[in-house]
């Protein structure tokens, strides 16, 4: 059964970084596209970044320039490094894996920019 493992949320102020990571297991995690989520208070969930097995990546408008995904097909981890952080950053961010997603969601993890 596939499992996801988001770590590496916490505070952090405006403009400030966090790298974000993802454990995979139960699947062939080379093989698939993975793809960072975010849902903030109220909102829906929407999708941030994602990588496909080649390493072609894109992102959300909202994000583009400051955030980068990548990953490590050996240790079955993907990434999210976020730079320049804004308070409309403040989210819960998750991973899967997959179009449409193959695993249950995790728990994600907590990003809250604020001063």
């Known amino acids: 059964q596939a499992q996801l493992v988001e770590s590496g949320g916490g505070l952090v102020q405006p403009g400030g970084s966090l790298r974000l990571s993802c454990a995979a297991s139960g699947f062939r995690f080379s093989t698939y596209t993975m793809m960072w989520y975010r849902q903030a208070p109220g909102k829906g969930r929407e999708l941030v970044a994602r990588i496909t097995d080649a390493g072609w990546t894109n992102y959300a408008d909202s994000v583009t320039g400051r955030f980068t995904i990548s990953r490590d097909n050996t240790k079955n981890i993907v990434y999210l490094q976020m730079n320049s952080l804004k308070p409309e950053d403040t989210a819960v961010y998750y991973c899967?894996?997959?179009?449409?997603?193959?695993?249950?969601w995790g728990q994600g993890t907590q990003v809250t920019v604020s001063s």
């Open positions: 899967n894996a997959g179009i449409p997603p193959i695993a249950n």
